[in-house]
């Protein structure tokens, strides 16, 4: 079929045809063996879960989602030259029903097995869903609403049609679930029932269809991957004989056990520390990526984040060229959700530029800054974790920033899992803690990320913990992810994606460049323009 486009896949749609067909999934790949043991060192503060239910935000899904498990939907990592997007996983069509386009066919794959050799089939399919959405089936993850809720809010219902066909139904038109189900990933029902159907020891011995087999879990210290010798994608076959994976939270020790042996690749090294490993022999590689890191703004609760002026003003105080040196290079100053270069960015009124005169302006029309009332803004952070890069520091930073403004910024330092939490709450309600700043990186990598974050929090915003809302963006999202048709829908994006530059729910940070740095021995890695990428054609 060749390539795959997202312009081609919306296009069928609209015709009421197949998506997307398996006639070569993932690109191509070389195979081989015997390629060693890759040992990488993890921003998380702790190794993610093995369940199919991965947290640790989406470092969880990097590492312990992906390389293990399946979605009904892929990403193409064989395309490392532009961001990449889907292609056929456990499904190896999907399109819409032509007499309702709320309604979604999904071929599944046939010849399948889990890792506990078990064939896979439709029915397990809506197991797995049921895991998910359905409350009342005797296997409900009670983890569901954490990990999944975010992805399959959209879902009105599923059903078995055949034994080759599976079938959702959203609650709206919604053009990008297939974007949705690449993070619900399906798990063995036979492994879940041999392990006395117990989930809690499912996290220790799982069982998925990926090109990696968990051989050993050991909490707080490491994660050990196999190859899966059966894995229904002969040319994605990993040339590893073994990946384990670490989690080591603070940058400087990530660094120290690269260069002592002790690890072969690290995540997001310190950046002070670049210019030494690349003189040392390291490889340290960066590449674009739809990444942003940024304070997110509580735009509800009564205060001065409410108003516009203040917010605008908060985001022309920081100087981002700055911020960038204090990252040595590893990152590109972002004013909005998107780089100014995306197609999605728009044309927003307001460019974020370093301008403290304006901001102090501004702040002076809102009645507040230097002279007048001061702001205060309690500030979550986390120590690291997943896409935040060396946050405490960065977050010193912007405090430092806007001290000028006669803003204070009180840092709030927590673990990641302890942020992860209070997103996924609203401040102040059912007990949980007021915060006017949540602080950390979010991936952009597929439009629904977009929705999630900036549609309204009660109509379906499942990630929008500042609350932000906007009639006018909201039916720009509507209209763009009920429309199959992708000029059509980028434009709606982009409109959408300006409003929300000029509303200034975020203090927009930067984009980093997904660095990495690797030891010589590493071979045969191609970094993706991805959260995601692929371990499988790497040798050691």
């Given at each position: 079929?060749?390539?795959?486009?997202?312009?081609?896949?919306?296009?069928?749609?609209?015709?009421?045809?197949?998506?997307?067909?398996?006639?070569?999934?993932?690109?191509?790949?070389?195979?081989?063996?015997?390629?060693?043991?890759?040992?990488?060192?993890?921003?998380?503060?702790?190794?993610?879960?093995?369940?199919?239910?991965?947290?640790?935000?989406?470092?969880?899904?990097?590492?312990?989602?992906?390389?293990?498990?399946?979605?009904?939907?892929?990403?193409?990592?064989?395309?490392?030259?532009?961001?990449?997007?889907?292609?056929?996983?456990?499904?190896?069509?999907?399109?819409?029903?032509?007499?309702?386009?709320?309604?979604?066919?999904?071929?599944?794959?046939?010849?399948?097995?889990?890792?506990?050799?078990?064939?896979?089939?439709?029915?397990?399919?809506?197991?797995?869903?049921?895991?998910?959405?359905?409350?009342?089936?005797?296997?409900?993850?009670?983890?569901?609403?954490?990990?999944?809720?975010?992805?399959?809010?959209?879902?009105?219902?599923?059903?078995?049609?055949?034994?080759?066909?599976?079938?959702?139904?959203?609650k709206t038109v919604f053009?990008?679930?297939?974007?949705?189900?690449?993070?619900?990933?399906?798990?063995?029902?036979?492994?879940?029932?041999?392990?006395?159907?117990?989930?809690?020891?499912?996290?220790?011995n799982p069982s998925g269809?990926?090109?990696?087999?968990?051989?050993?879990?050991?909490?707080?210290?490491?994660?050990?991957?196999?190859?899966?010798?059966?894995?229904?994608?002969?040319?994605?076959?990993?040339?590893?004989?073994?990946?384990?994976?670490?989690?080591?939270?603070?940058?400087?020790?990530?660094?120290?056990?690269?260069?002592?042996?002790?690890?072969?690749?690290?995540?997001?090294?310190?950046?002070?520390?670049?210019?030494?490993?690349?003189?040392?022999?390291?490889?340290?590689?960066?590449?674009?990526?739809?990444?942003?890191?940024?304070?997110?703004?509580?735009?509800?609760?009564?205060?001065?984040?409410?108003?516009?002026?203040?917010?605008?003003?908060?985001?022309?105080?920081?100087?981002?060229?700055?911020?960038?040196?204090?990252?040595?290079?590893?990152?590109?100053?972002?004013?909005?959700?998107?780089?100014?270069?995306?197609?999605?960015?728009?044309?927003?009124?307001?460019?974020?530029?370093?301008?403290?005169?304006?901001?102090?302006?501004?702040?002076?029309?809102?009645?507040?800054?230097?002279?007048?009332?001061?702001?205060?803004?309690?500030?979550?952070?986390?120590?690291?974790?997943?896409?935040?890069?060396?946050?405490?520091?960065?977050?010193?930073?912007?405090?430092?920033?806007?001290?000028?403004?006669?803003?204070?910024?009180?840092?709030?330092?927590?673990?990641?899992?302890?942020?992860?939490?209070?997103?996924?709450?609203?401040?102040?309600?059912?007990?949980?803690?007021?915060?006017?700043?949540?602080?950390?990186?979010?991936?952009?990598?597929?439009?629904?990320?977009?929705?999630?974050?900036?549609?309204?929090r009660e109509k379906g915003?499942?990630?929008?913990?500042?609350?932000?809302?906007?009639?006018?963006?909201?039916?720009?999202?509507?209209?763009?992810?009920?429309?199959?048709?992708?000029?059509?829908?980028?434009?709606?994006?982009?409109?959408?994606?300006?409003?929300?530059?000029?509303?200034?729910?975020?203090?927009?940070?930067?984009?980093?460049?997904?660095?990495?740095?690797?030891?010589?021995?590493?071979?045969?890695?191609?970094?993706?323009?991805?959260?995601?990428?692929?371990?499988?054609?790497?040798?050691?």
């Open positions: 079929m060749g390539t795959i486009t997202r312009r081609n896949a919306l296009k069928a749609v609209g015709a009421g045809a197949a998506l997307l067909a398996a006639s070569g999934p993932r690109g191509v790949f070389a195979q081989g063996a015997g390629g060693g043991t890759l040992r990488i060192a993890m921003t998380t503060t702790d190794v993610p879960l093995t369940n199919g239910m991965p947290d640790n935000g989406s470092e969880g899904g990097r590492f312990a989602g992906y390389p293990i498990f399946d979605a009904l939907v892929l990403w193409d990592f064989a395309n490392t030259k532009t961001p990449p997007d889907l292609v056929p996983g456990l499904a190896t069509e999907w399109h819409i029903d032509p007499a309702d386009n709320k309604r979604w066919l999904f071929t599944i794959r046939k010849g399948v097995t889990f890792h506990d050799g078990s064939p896979l089939s439709v029915d397990d399919i809506v197991w797995n869903f049921d895991r998910q959405l359905n409350r009342n089936a005797p296997h409900y993850d009670k983890l569901a609403p954490t990990y999944a809720g975010a992805y399959a809010a959209i879902i009105a219902g599923y059903e078995k049609v055949s034994d080759t066909q599976f079938a959702i139904r959203t053009s990008l679930l297939p974007y949705h189900l690449s993070r619900l990933f399906i798990v063995s029902p036979r492994q879940y029932e041999k392990l006395g159907r117990d989930w809690l020891a499912f996290r220790s269809t990926g090109p990696f087999k968990v051989a050993k879990v050991t909490p707080h210290v490491a994660i050990e991957l196999v190859p899966n010798p059966d894995y229904w994608d002969p040319k994605h076959r990993s040339r590893l004989d073994r990946l384990v994976l670490r989690p080591i939270a603070d940058s400087n020790t990530r660094v120290a056990a690269l260069r002592s042996g002790q690890v072969d690749w690290i995540e997001f090294p310190d950046p002070d520390s670049i210019p030494a490993l690349k003189s040392a022999g390291f490889n340290v590689i960066t590449k674009p990526y739809l990444h942003l890191w940024s304070f997110v703004l509580n735009c509800a609760d009564p205060g001065p984040l409410q108003d516009v002026r203040v917010r605008r003003a908060l985001n022309y105080g920081l100087d981002r060229e700055s911020m960038v040196g204090l990252l040595n290079g590893t990152a590109t100053p972002a004013v909005g959700l998107y780089d100014q270069n995306y197609k999605l960015f728009g044309k927003p009124t307001q460019i974020y530029g370093y301008d403290p005169d304006k901001a102090k302006a501004m702040l002076a029309e809102a009645g507040y800054g230097p002279g007048k009332k001061p702001i205060t803004l309690k500030t979550l952070i986390p120590t690291a974790g997943s896409g935040n890069m060396v946050p405490v520091p960065m977050g010193q930073f912007v405090q430092q920033s806007l001290e000028e403004l006669n803003v204070k910024v009180d840092l709030v330092v927590a673990d990641w899992g302890s942020v992860l939490t209070a997103m996924r709450q609203v401040p102040g309600v059912n007990g949980a803690e007021r915060y006017d700043v949540i602080c950390h990186g979010q991936p952009f990598g597929d439009p629904t990320q977009f929705y999630t974050n900036c549609f309204t915003g499942t990630s929008n913990w500042g609350r932000y809302s906007n009639p006018e963006v909201d039916q720009l999202l509507t209209e763009a992810l009920s429309a199959f048709d992708q000029a059509g829908q980028d434009a709606k994006l982009a409109a959408a994606h300006a409003l929300v530059v000029d509303d200034a729910p975020n203090i927009f940070g930067v984009h980093d460049l997904n660095p990495r740095a690797l030891s010589p021995k590493v071979k045969g890695f191609v970094q993706a323009q991805s959260w995601y990428q692929d371990f499988t054609q790497v040798t050691v």
